[in-house]
Structure formats: C-alpha cells, structure tokens
Nanobody, 125 residues
Framework: QVQLVESGGGSVQAGGSLRLSCAASGYIVSTSYCMGWFRQAPGKEREGVAGIEGDDSTSYADSVKGRFTISKDNAKNTLHLQMNSLKPEDTAMYYC??????????????????WGQGTQVTVSS
C-alpha cells in the first residue's frame, strides 16, 4: 500500500521560505520514474508545480521557476520542495504526487496514480 505523507507547510510572510517534504512508504523514491508537487488554491483547479524524473531531470511551472526547487532524498525515501521568495499567490494546499506521465509540471492532475493528503501553505503580504 502506497502512502505519501507531506509535511512542512505553514504560514509565512511574502519573501519568506518553506521546505515541504513528502515521506513515502510502500513506494521507492529512488526507482520512481516520476514524482512531483501539485497545488490547489480555493476556487481554482489543481495545478502542477514541479516534477522530477528517474534521472533527476526536473520541470517547473512558469510561475515558480527560479524560486522553487524539487529534489529527492533517496536515503530517506523522501521528496522535497524548497520554496523561496514566496508570494501571496503561492497560497494553496500542496500535494505530493507519484507516477504520472509525462513527468511535467504541466501534466493534467487527473493522470496521477498516487496522492498525499496535502499540506497548507499560506503566504501573507
């Protein structure tokens, strides 16, 4: 049984940073062909934020490029999302995702195989 458990969300002022983590069980991060992060703001559709392939190549949404970094910690079987220079428009529930293709931040969320329960990120101005 695959479980993805996010942590690290919270409230921060604009310009601040947060680091999200996604601990996987029943799923091996090091051999995954694709993992990523999606987010959903109130009243909006879920959207891709970042994706990372098995060869560690990455993809980012244009809105976060240069500010967010996705990475894997194979030793801890964990996925991370480092978020810097946060903006109020980054406020959303952030979800860890696994097994989707193409492995792109622009992939439709409906094709994701596994989801975490989400962690809330709130950025105030």
């Amino acid at each position: 049984q695959v479980q993805l458990v996010e942590s690290g969300g919270g409230s921060v002022q604009a310009g601040g940073s947060l680091r999200l983590s996604c601990a996987a069980s029943g799923y091996i991060v090091s051999t995954s062909y694709c993992m990523g992060w999606f987010r959903q703001a109130p009243g909006k559709e879920r959207e891709g934020v970042a994706g990372i392939e098995g060869d560690d190549s990455t993809s980012y949404a244009d809105s976060v490029k240069g500010r967010f970094t996705i990475s894997k910690d194979n030793a801890k079987n964990t996925l991370h999302l480092q978020m810097n220079s946060l903006k109020p428009e980054d406020t959303a529930m952030y979800y860890c995702a696994a097994d989707f293709w193409p492995c792109s931040a622009h992939t439709y969320w409906g094709g994701v195989q596994y989801w975490g329960q989400g962690t809330q990120v709130t950025v105030s101005s």
